[in-house]
């Protein structure tokens, strides 16, 4: 496969292009998490309590610069901030499900038990 720039970057194949966008350890659980409700960044953070604050506030600003995610601010005091998924950020549910499914499937292969 031929090499190709974006935004500056140079990527060697597709895979790696969408991994710049879903890839990581956070970004495809947040993406998960949003599919079904908008939620508010307490909200992700106590659903996904392993996440620093940093990382999470990072990966809510990269999710939404890539239009995966939305981020709607009301004037309110203090500041309500809610976060919902775009039609683009639904496109990678599929990826997001097979990799789930994969990976519970890999955990039985080494008998680790998932709740």
């Given amino acids: 496969m031929p090499e190709f720039k974006h935004d500056g970057k140079l990527y060697y194949n597709p895979i790696e292009f ?3 966008h879903i890839g990581g350890t956070w970004k495809m659980p947040i993406l998960w998490r949003l599919r079904t409700k908008t939620m508010r ?4 953070k106590k659903d996904i309590p392993h996440i620093t604050h940093k ?3 990072t990966q809510l600003k990269d999710l939404e610069a890539h239009g995966l995610i939305q981020r709607e601010v009301y004037a309110e005091v203090p500041p ?3 976060y919902s998924i775009t039609e683009k950020g639904k496109e990678a549910l599929p ?4 990799l789930i499914n994969y990976g519970k499937k890999l955990m039985g292969t080494y008998e680790i038990e998932y709740p």
Avoid at 41 to 44: I, K, P, Q, R
Avoid at 95 to 98: G, S
């Fill in 55 to 57: 990382m999470l506030s």
């Fill in 80 to 82: 309500k901030v809610e």
């Fill in 18 to 20: 969408a991994l710049s």
């Fill in 41 to 44: 960044y307490g909200e992700l």
């Fill in 95 to 98: 990826v997001v499900e097979m």
